[in-house]
């Protein structure tokens, strides 16, 4: 099993940046990437982007292109998500998931373990 645990998440205007980690543990050498998802209210949850632990290069949504960032430290234990620009509409829980993909996956059913998600709140 992963335990994945999410944090950073909270209250900022329009224009501010956020970072979000994602906190692995457990058996975390049975997964190789990890993937940023979110959910707004009455919407299907959408890929916004992942990484692998080999460093194969990120894939990220149109809607997030340019603003957002995900990284892995050295440990791999640890992933985030710097959201910069952040607009009303990137309102959302956003989740991490770990999948056992060697590549970047981006449909949910690729992903086997899930956070409890954190909630991020956009004032315009």
């Known amino acids: 099993q992963v335990q994945l645990v999410e944090s950073g998440g909270g209250l900022v205007q329009a224009g501010g940046s956020l970072r979000l980690s994602c906190a692995a543990s457990g058996r975390t050498f049975s997964v190789n990437a990890v993937g940023w998802f979110r959910q707004a209210p009455g919407k299907e949850r959408e890929f916004i982007t992942a990484?692998?632990?080999?460093?194969?290069?990120?894939v990220y949504a149109d809607s997030v292109k340019g603003r957002f960032t995900t990284s892995r430290d050295n440990a791999k234990t640890t992933v985030y998500l710097q959201m910069n620009s952040l607009k009303p509409e990137d309102t959302a829980v956003y989740y991490c998931a770990a999948s056992r993909a060697f590549y970047v996956a981006t449909r949910e059913e690729e992903y086997s373990y899930w956070g409890q998600g954190t909630q991020v709140t956009v004032s315009s």
């Open positions: 990484v692998t632990w080999s460093g194969v290069s990120p």
